[in-house]
């Protein structure tokens, strides 16, 4: 198969990692094929062209890499060692991938199609702080001794490792979500086998051979590429103990499903329609910039963007009017390019999607303010024009339904008790924002919204000790901080008698 050039813009290192084209699976310290030799490409989102060919894992593949895992689960040493050999295993791979920062970025900007600068400022930064964040943690996971009642008797828990961990990501941040999953797995003691998204394989392979490089023990990270054909035999294996994922709600309700089934630990970060509230006495300026950002940011696809504008009616037509205004004014483009503000989404199928949506929005009788359609002087690639709708009905499926792409609906309301019951009026609650001058207005909203996550005069903050996840089907479990570290290990609780 012949593989694209890669465009001009990359550098030497990237480019020489790209080589051929072909990227093998990571499977103990061996890089094997498929079994059954299928492979697929995956697309440069600006050009629609072939970057690379990597393997279509099947059952069997994925069967030879958790085996992998297992044994070294069971036999060692990444449980067994000192915490801080551990540890400072981790911070080895921490490093070695912020030694690698502007290849990675360039990788990812190349691969998921977002501007270069995002990846460096968002992607790295957070995948690199996120890696030295729980580097920190094999030291201090604790057990307790508990206070029971039953004369001379000594009870105490022990934290132990969960076991091996099947981890599914997906495309819209490629490495920050392999890290999400890898990092608290790894410092609790656990094995990995990890799936990066069909869309986006090249920087979970890169991350599994720094990891090697590190010294992290073969088989202790384990990389399969393929689509939800291997995601599915992933989580069917006997031999998983846990299965984290993000990504679509409908896929996080079949894996919650059949983890239900086996007893299978289970992490899930699924998708969200998250509200954004401005108030009366907002800050506007302020609240416009962060609502802009909010929902166009990594074009729209993001779990938690911001994509129900919820204005009080006396400031609609002026923040709608601004909002308008800088969609207008956006330069989209392949993300390698320096002056790209807004790169493309991710797929053919995310822009027939978002594009659907968009009609839908049309055809329902909501008005269309900017964006729309596809950018002028932009040929081929999966792009669509920030789009901004001014809607009253929340029953339209663009005010209701996850689109994943540059799309914001904005609508009125009037009283402070109205605007809450309708943003909480979703199946979904993974994030909500207020914007406000009132402290007692922000917090008696950031209580009655039903979200995994409230920002007050900000959008989108995340950090590795604070914990994200969603209510009601945005998710199940929390990942980050404590939290996040707690669902890769058990408690056992040890009884000995002291007669
Ligand atoms: P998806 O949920 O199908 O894919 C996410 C990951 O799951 C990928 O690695 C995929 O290969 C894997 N997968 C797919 N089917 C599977 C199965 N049956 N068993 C195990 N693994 C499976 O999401 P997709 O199709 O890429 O995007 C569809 C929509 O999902 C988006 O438009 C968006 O609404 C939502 N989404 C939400 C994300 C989030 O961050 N919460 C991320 C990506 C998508
Ligand atoms: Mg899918």
């Known amino acids: 198969m012949p593989v694209a050039a890669p465009p001009e813009a990359l550098s030497d290192a990237v480019r020489a990692w790209l080589g051929d084209g072909r990227h093998n699976l990571l499977i ?32 069997a593949d994925v069967d030879a890499a958790v ?15 000192t915490p801080s050999a551990r540890a400072r295993v981790l911070q080895r ?11 990675l970025a360039e990788l990812e900007s190349l691969d998921n199609g977002k501007p270069l600068k995002l990846a460096r400022k968002v992607d790295l930064a957070e995948t690199i702080d996120y890696l030295e964040y729980f580097a920190g943690w094999p030291t201090k996971i604790e057990g307790d001794v508990l206070p029971v009642s039953t004369p001379e008797m000594l009870c105490y828990t022990r934290r ?8 599914i990501v997906p495309w819209n941040f490629p490495l ?8 608290p797995a790894l ?35 384990n990389v399969m590429t393929g689509d939800g054909e291997t995601g599915a035999a992933l989580v069917d294996h006997p031999s998983v103990d846990k299965i984290a994922f993000t990504g679509s709600t409908a896929v996080g309700r079949e894996i919650g499903a059949k983890a239900g089934r ?35 940011f990594n074009t729209g696809q993001a779990c938690n963007a911001g994509s129900r504008l919820f204005v009080a009616r006396e400031h609609f037509d002026e923040v709608v009017g601004a909002l308008a205004e800088r969609a207008r004014k956006t330069r989209l483009g392949p993300g390698l390019d320096a002056g790209t503000q807004m790169g493309p989404l991710i797929s053919q199928e995310q822009l027939e999607r978002v594009t659907g949506y968009i009609e839908s929005g049309r055809a329902g009788g909501a008005e269309l303010v900017a964006g729309g359609g596809r950018p002028e002087g932009v040929d081929g690639g999966y792009f669509v024009e920030p789009t901004l709708f001014t809607a009253t009905d ?26 809450a019951a309708r943003a909480n009026d979703t199946e979904y609650g993974l994030a909500a924002g207020v914007w406000t001058r009132s402290l007692s207005s922000a917090h008696r909203l950031a209580a009655m919204l039903q979200a995994g996550s409230v920002y007050v005069n900000a959008w989108g903050m995340s950090d590795p000790a604070a914990p994200f996840g969603g209510y009601k089907a945005s998710g199940v479990g929390r990942e980050h901080g404590h939290a996040g570290l707690g669902q890769y290990l058990e408690t056992k609780t040890v009884w000995a008698s002291l007669r």
């Open 28 to 59: 103990g310290e061996e890089r094997p094929a498929a079994a059954d030799g299928r492979t697929f490409e995956t697309l440069d989102p600006a050009t629609g062209k072939a970057i690379a060919e990597v393997p279509q894992a099947g059952a």
């Open 67 to 81: 085996r992998a895992a297992r044994a070294a689960f069971d036999e060692g040493p990444w449980r067994t060692m």
């Open 93 to 103: 791979f921490a490093a070695a991938v912020a030694d690698r920062a502007d290849e």
């Open 160 to 167: 132990e490792p969960v076991g091996v961990c099947g981890q």
């Open 176 to 183: 920050l979500m392999a890290a999400w999953k890898v990092a």
């Open 187 to 221: 410092a609790a003691g656990c094995t990995v086998v990890l799936k990066p998204a069909e869309q986006t394989p090249l920087s979970a392979l890169r991350l599994g051979e720094l990891a090697l490089e590190a010294g992290l023990p073969p088989g202790v990270l």
């Open 262 to 296: 086996a007893l299978k630990r289970v992490t899930l970060e699924l998708g969200g329609k998250s509200p954004n509230i401005v108030l009366p006495d907002a800050d506007l300026d302020a609240a416009v910039k962060g609502s802009f950002q909010a929902i166009y």
């Open 394 to 419: 929340d029953r339209l499926d663009i005010a209701r339904e996850e689109i994943f792409g540059p799309v914001l609906v904005a609508l009125p309301y009037e009283t402070l008790e109205e605007v």
